[in-house]
């Protein structure tokens, strides 16, 4: 086995946080289709399938060196939502959580001198500062906007597709 036993329960931890933030988006892309705008909506589907994709990542890791998968019970995630700026800051919440959790496993890797879950790690640590940033962008905007203008966040999702 090529992963220590702490690493491997702190990945399996994550294959299942990474399957409640799937699971979260897609609350928050209905939420949003619900209320006609479509832009949003697809922004978050999306961002649900790539929080599929990353758990999957880790899954494939974990088998790749030998460790044993163990996927937690995942949690119900949040349904309702008081506002669009509600659900978005959810989301940008959970994207800071989900990079101390990155940053918590690669100092672990890195105590371990486990340098190939380094590596494996060194592309969610990139993936996070991009997470974040979108995230962060997304509020400002829906701050900007405000709840009566939402038109202006679809306007501005297609402006950056």
């Known amino acids: 086995m090529m992963i220590s036993k702490d690493l491997n329960a702190a990945f399996n931890e994550e294959i299942g946080l990474e399957l409640f933030a799937s699971n979260q988006y897609l609350n928050i892309a209905s939420y949003f289709d619900g209320l006609g705008?479509?832009?949003?909506?697809?922004?978050?589907?999306?961002?649900?399938?790539?929080?599929?994709?990353?758990?999957?990542k880790f899954v494939r890791y974990v088998d790749h060196v030998g460790g044993s998968v163990e996927i937690p019970a995942v949690q119900a995630p949040t349904h309702a939502f008081a506002s669009v700026e509600e659900a978005v800051a959810l989301a940008l919440r959970w994207e800071l959580e989900v990079t101390a959790r990155v940053n918590a496993m690669m100092t672990q890797a890195v105590d371990q001198k486990d340098y190939a879950a380094q590596d494996f790690l060194r592309w969610f640590v990139t993936e996070q500062v991009e997470e974040v940033s979108t995230m962060e962008n997304l509020l400002k905007v829906v701050r900007v906007s405000g709840e009566r203008s939402l038109l202006m966040v679809e306007a501005y999702l297609v402006h950056n597709e």
């Open 37 to 56: 705008l479509k832009k949003l909506a697809g922004m978050f589907f999306k961002q649900a399938e790539e929080e599929r994709a990353h758990a999957l």
